[in-house]
């Protein structure tokens, strides 16, 4: 059988040749469906169209969209996937003690300008992290207060579109959205699991392997640390703590029941350092790694399922993916 190699963001996946698959352009991203299933078409149609649907209430770039409406108005009525999404996330907050925070919007807007902030301007959008609240028709929000549910998004686009299969009868499937988000639902034939070559802190490279079966994943990277491409580059995730980016070129793996929850939980792997293995790990059902330019690192849990295998020396994306073809 010959073998699929596809690129998903940090990932490399290895698929059977009899799979079908459909892959849309949504979110600023490529959501792929690989059904190893016969199912009806419905029910990949629902999953772009709910992504469509998310888009439409989540994206920052849409001056049409909820989260525009919400952030320029300082809150006001709220859509069922607007309430529901952030109720998943500010639990997610409190669980993981502010590490992940989707009120950080003020703070990564002033990052993505192309000038650096002063000191001032990062404590006045600090200041404006955590202001956020649901109320029985909607949201609330601080002064300057802005959401931002860049990534987030993604792994509720997945969760959701991982029902519609379930729902059709979908056994063996797999549902990667962009750089993050991803659900692996069985196996595929004569496998016993999906699995990837997962990309180091050089992006050129894979480190390890990872294998995933009725379980998600998000694989979360900071590119633009140490080994900033230019004088302004910086890393894209802003730890909510500090409201500076994160410095250090590294690559956070956390496997988990839900695309969403590890979204959030590979931001707080990254935002909390080697010692958030075992923060992360000690929720129950969770397994987590971070690959740096000195190594991999894996918890307890991820080292004890074998879920993700280092390799003995890192190797070339281009290799890997000819070796595949």
Known sequence: MRALALVIGALAVVTGAQAATQVHYVMGAFLRVTVDDDVPARALDACFSDARALDRTFSRYDAGSELTRLNAAGGGPAGPSMRSGLASALELERTTDGAFDVSVGALTRL???PSRPDADEIATARATVGAV???PDGVRLGRGTELDFDGFAKGLAVDACVAH?????ARRALVSFGESSIYALGAPRDAMAWTFDVRGPDPETVVARLRLRD???SVSAVYGGEGKRSRN???HIVDP???RPLAQDVVGVVVAPSAASAEALSKAVL???LGGL???ERLGGVRAARLTRSGVACGREMQRARALVAFDHPRSLDVVQAALR
Do not use: E, K, P
């Open 111 to 113: 990052w993505r300008r």
């Open 278 to 280: 075992a923060r992360v």
């Open 271 to 273: 935002v909390w350092g």
């Open 233 to 235: 580059a910086v890393g």
């Open 133 to 135: 609240a649901l109320t």
């Open 165 to 169: 299969l379930r729902a059709a009868g």
């Open 241 to 243: 703590r500090s409201g």
């Open 215 to 217: 379980q998600a994943a």
